[in-house]
């Protein structure tokens, strides 16, 4: 049974930004759709899985990720721009937290710097 990595997110008017913790992952199969996320992976000889049912819809096509050294990084693109949504996902995840070191606050959100490389360094 595969193991249930832990996920950390931000968010900005246009995007939302999503971490899996996860190091070494290889065999990264990632299937993104316009109302959530699947990722699966290996690492350390263990198998992990996470299915994000997203809160709000995304652009599948915008969208992207990459895999890290210690992570998985995504860069989901909303729908629509604008509001914030309530949460990242439909239910209550225990292994979903909010990523304080990158959250911006919607009423200060106009003046973002860029994300650049997903608004991570290397």
Known sequence: MPQL???VWAERPEVVLVTVGVQD???VKVTTLADSVHLKCT???KEYEVKLPLKGEVVPEESSYVARPRQIEFKLQKKESGPYWEGLTKGKMSNVKIDWGRWVD???ATGA???GDFGMGG
């Open 113 to 115: 710097k860029d994300l």
């Open 25 to 27: 992952a290889s065999d």
């Open 43 to 45: 690492a350390d000889g």
């Open 5 to 7: 990595p832990p996920v």
């Open 106 to 108: 919607e009423d200060e």
